[in-house]
């Protein structure tokens, strides 16, 4: 079992990052000091459950962890900086600080460091989430001690719960045109209800075709939420009304 950190420092640590075309450097005092950040830490960059659901969702969720009360959002990976910010620009994750524990330093003090030779990874960090405040680790979410890669507590809508538990945030979609006055409308309700979405252009995005493919309509706004077609601009008004 890993050792549960609450109520300790964060390791004091300095991390050499490339900034551009310059070596420079964050330490453990200028990320935590005087201010909340969450961080998740995960087995590698370009990894597939790192790639497709841990990293994008922290960056989705971004704007509501900021708006409750997060300075910053730190992912850290035993990965040297030159694949962390390969990463970051794959990703397009400008919501998230890339920190490359390439040494293993930091994750190993924290006591989460794992060998993975067995499919050539070598030493590589355990999959986590915590919150730091002034850098005292105020909670952390740590995978189950199990064999391959569990991923079932440190993801980002597990610690926005955490954070604030009145927020119950779904996945939407909304698929709109330019200028629609209806997916304005739309949009604007699902701001004012405190909810990120993914936006669809058609046209751009998905053809006309793709629309109705995917909700029997060739009308813009369509809404899904967490997988459920909900309709258009009246409708989502009707569903938050219920």
């Known amino acids: 079992m890993f050792a549960n950190k609450e109520g300790q420092n964060v390791p004091a640590v300095t991390f050499p990052i490339i900034e551009g075309n310059q070596w420079t450097s964050r330490s453990s005092d200028e990320i935590f000091s005087n201010k909340t950040v969450v961080v998740f830490s995960?087995?590698?960059?370009?990894?597939p459950t790192c790639s497709s659901s841990h990293l994008p969702r922290y960056n989705e969720?971004?704007?509501?962890?900021?708006?409750?009360?997060?300075?910053?959002?730190?992912?850290?990976?035993?990965?040297d900086t030159f694949v962390m910010n390969a990463w970051a620009a794959d990703q397009h994750a400008d919501n998230i600080s890339f920190?490359?524990?390439?040494?293993g330093d930091f994750t190993e003090a924290m006591g989460l460091l794992v060998d993975k030779s067995e499919i050539g990874f070598g030493k590589r960090?355990?999959?986590?989430?915590?919150?730091?405040?002034?850098?005292?680790?105020?909670k952390m979410f740590i995978e189950r001690d199990l064999p391959g890669d569990p991923f079932e507590v440190s993801d980002a809508d597990t610690m926005l719960a955490y954070l604030n538990p009145e927020i119950v945030q779904k996945n939407i979609t909304v698929f709109?045109?330019?200028?629609?006055?209806?997916?304005?409308?739309?949009k604007a309700l699902l701001t004012e209800k405190g909810l990120q979405f993914e936006e669809i252009t058609v046209g751009k995005d998905i053809s006309i075709a793709g629309l109705r493919a995917v909700s029997n309509a060739d009308t813009v706004p369509q809404i899904f939420i967490d997988g459920s077609l909900i309709g258009g601009s009246d409708d989502l008004a009707a569903h938050f009304a219920e």
């Open 176 to 186: 709109s045109k330019p200028d629609c006055p209806y997916c304005k409308k739309a």
């Open 42 to 47: 995960l087995p590698g960059a370009f990894t």
């Open 61 to 79: 969720l971004a704007p509501t962890f900021f708006a409750n009360g997060v300075d910053e959002i730190v992912c850290v990976s035993v990965n």
């Open 99 to 103: 920190i490359p524990d390439g040494n």
């Open 125 to 138: 960090s355990w999959r986590y989430a915590m919150v730091v405040k002034n850098g005292v680790i105020d």
